[in-house]
């Protein structure tokens, strides 16, 4: 495949994109795609589909050296009240389409970008516009993601009383030098200091974001940095593995060197310590959710990836916004102008789509709910009328003989070693066309 394939166990950092976060690829997403996401909105949807809603807000203080996704740094206050303007017309392009006739959202995600870079102001006018289109009352969850220099103790206190659930920060490392070394904009202090104000707030759902093989990590460093977590006592904390999309400034870094190996840590490295990071919040009571969380027993969950894991449609507001309809995908406009304009005018800002058939729609849960650690096959057989276990049995022999999951009676079971290894293996689950394309 073109996207990095570190079947090596010390595989170097190459450029590329590792994590799996849907199915089929997003390359394979086109213009032609268009009409059909148009007839999934004039549907109305399957009984008894959860309905999430995703707001984009990309608007950031820096641009990390390793961040992937479609932000803006330069944008001043009148700019992004016109994007704020503009996501709450969208959303009322949306509301006279059969799909979300007499629905409300199960789960809201606010990410970015960093959504905590909004002013108070900015903040209230956003939400009391969602909700007075669209009724929050009945929402489980309200996760909102922070970068913890953006935060103050009175916007954190609006947060609360706004609505949101579960606050997410995006802490990343606890190192100020290795922070700095990967552009993050936050601080250690503002660390600290963020999470005594989401506690004093009340928030009693906290998740602390970190990297495994950032830019000048150490062993030595890592270690100190699980410390700390084990100190703060979240209720969740999501680790991922540091990976070097095409589109980040550590890429044209080594492009413009001419280096082909990222300045990270090799896969080796980053799964050992992912697990020993795991391990550590196991032994202080967590327990793992997925190849990347770890939550105490006494947390709500996390709605918004385990309804999406298993089919749930979800509504992307804003530019380069992702959504899942009906079984059919679509992404928006991917730059400010092109976005706003066309909501200006009237339109849906979709500028790619792709209609899943009844294969995909089944690879695509599979995949993902891998990630969790365990298939269910009563699941499967019951929404697909497919044995995975028999439709999947030439992927699931040779990782099974590899040591890196168990087929039995009840389903699939992903070994310790398989679980960081995840997206890797997920490939192999994929039809023949989509396993050598361009991921995104």
């Given at each position: 495949?073109?996207?990095?394939?570190?079947?090596?166990?010390?595989?170097?950092?190459?450029?590329?994109?590792?994590?799996?976060?849907?199915?089929?690829?997003?390359?394979?997403?086109?213009?032609?795609?268009?009409?059909?996401?148009?007839?999934?909105?004039?549907?109305?949807?399957?009984?008894?589909?959860?309905?999430?809603?995703?707001?984009?807000?990309?608007?950031?203080?820096?641009?990390?050296?390793?961040c992937y996704f479609k932000v803006y740094t330069d944008k001043n206050g009148r700019e992004v009240r016109r994007y704020l303007d503009a996501v709450l017309a969208e959303l009322d392009r949306y509301l006279d389409q059969a799909?979300?006739?007499?629905?409300?959202?199960?789960?809201?995600?606010?990410?970015?970008?960093?959504?905590?870079?909004?002013?108070?102001?900015?903040?209230?006018?956003?939400?009391?516009?969602?909700?007075?289109?669209?009724?929050?009352?009945?929402?489980?969850?309200?996760?909102?993601?922070?970068?913890?220099?953006?935060?103050?103790?009175?916007?954190?206190?609006?947060?609360?009383?706004?609505?949101?659930?579960?606050?997410?920060?995006?802490?990343?490392?606890?190192?100020?030098?290795?922070?700095?070394?990967?552009?993050?904009?936050?601080?250690?202090?503002?660390?600290?200091?963020?999470?005594?104000?989401?506690?004093?707030?009340?928030?009693?759902?906290?998740?602390?974001?970190?990297?495994?093989?950032?830019?000048?990590?150490?062993?030595?460093?890592?270690?100190?940095?699980?410390?700390?977590?084990?100190?703060?006592?979240?209720?969740?904390?999501?680790?991922?593995?540091?990976?070097?999309?095409?589109?980040?400034?550590?890429?044209?870094?080594?492009?413009?060197?001419?280096?082909?190996?990222?300045?990270?840590?090799?896969?080796?490295?980053?799964?050992?310590?992912?697990?020993?990071?795991?391990?550590?919040?196991?032994?202080?009571?967590?327990?793992?959710?997925?190849?990347?969380?770890?939550?105490?027993?006494?947390?709500?969950?996390?709605?918004?990836?385990?309804?999406?894991?298993?089919?749930?449609?979800?509504?992307?507001?804003?530019?380069?916004?992702?959504?899942?309809?009906?079984?059919?995908?679509?992404?928006?406009?991917?730059?400010?102008?092109?976005y706003v304009a066309r909501v200006e005018a009237g339109e849906l800002p979709i500028t790619r789509a792709l209609a899943l058939n009844a294969e995909e729609r089944l690879i695509r849960e599979f995949v993902l709910q891998m990630?969790?650690?365990?298939?269910?096959?009563?699941?499967?057989?019951?929404?697909?009328?497919?044995?995975?276990?028999?439709?999947?049995?030439?992927?699931?022999?040779?990782?099974?003989?590899?040591?890196?999951?168990?087929?039995?009676?009840?389903?699939?079971?992903?070994?310790?070693?398989?679980?960081?290894?995840?997206?890797?293996?997920?490939?192999?689950?994929?039809?023949?066309?989509?396993?050598?394309?361009?991921?995104?």
């Amino acid at each position: 495949m073109a996207d990095p394939d570190p079947k090596a166990a010390a595989a170097a950092t190459t450029a590329g994109n590792y994590f799996v976060a849907n199915y089929p690829p997003f390359s394979a997403w086109s213009e032609a795609g268009i009409p059909a996401a148009q007839a999934a909105l004039a549907r109305p949807p399957q009984a008894g589909t959860p309905l999430g809603l995703y707001v984009h807000l990309p608007f950031c203080r820096k641009r990390c050296d390793f961040c992937y996704f479609k932000v803006y740094t330069d944008k001043n206050g009148r700019e992004v009240r016109r994007y704020l303007d503009a996501v709450l017309a969208e959303l009322d392009r949306y509301l006279d389409q059969a799909f979300l006739a007499g629905r409300t959202p199960d789960f809201i995600y606010f990410g970015g970008g960093t959504p905590s870079y909004l002013s108070s102001e900015q903040l209230t006018t956003l939400f009391e516009g969602l909700k007075s289109r669209l009724s929050w009352e009945k929402s489980v969850e309200v996760a909102f993601e922070c970068e913890p220099g953006t935060l103050q103790q009175h916007k954190v206190e609006l947060l609360k009383q706004l609505g949101v659930t579960r606050l997410s920060l995006g802490v990343e490392n606890f190192n100020a030098e290795i922070l700095e070394l990967n552009n993050r904009a936050h601080r250690t202090d503002e660390i600290y200091r963020a999470y005594q104000w989401a506690r004093d707030a009340g928030f009693d759902q906290i998740n602390i974001d970190l990297i495994a093989g950032m830019v000048g990590e150490t062993e030595a460093n890592w270690s100190h940095c699980v410390e700390k977590t084990l100190e703060l006592s979240p209720e969740c904390v999501t680790i991922y593995q540091m990976e070097v999309p095409y589109n980040t400034t550590i890429y044209r870094r080594m492009k413009d060197g001419g280096e082909e190996v990222a300045p990270v840590a090799d896969w080796e490295t980053k799964r050992r310590w992912a697990d020993e990071a795991f391990a550590a919040l196991e032994k202080d009571g967590y327990e793992l959710g997925s190849a990347y969380t770890a939550c105490k027993p006494s947390a709500a969950g996390f709605l918004y990836r385990d309804a999406l894991w298993r089919g749930a449609d979800l509504l992307g507001l804003g530019v380069s916004s992702f959504s899942h309809i009906g079984g059919v995908h679509f992404q928006n406009e991917h730059a400010y102008e092109p976005y706003v304009a066309r909501v200006e005018a009237g339109e849906l800002p979709i500028t790619r789509a792709l209609a899943l058939n009844a294969e995909e729609r089944l690879i695509r849960e599979f995949v993902l709910q891998m990630k969790l650690g365990r298939i269910e096959a009563r699941y499967f057989q019951d929404k697909f009328g497919v044995d995975v276990r028999e439709h999947f049995a030439s992927a699931l022999g040779r990782h099974e003989a590899d040591g890196y999951l168990r087929v039995t009676e009840a389903g699939v079971e992903v070994t310790r070693s398989g679980l960081f290894e995840i997206d890797r293996l997920l490939w192999d689950f994929f039809e023949e066309p989509h396993r050598n394309a361009r991921y995104a």
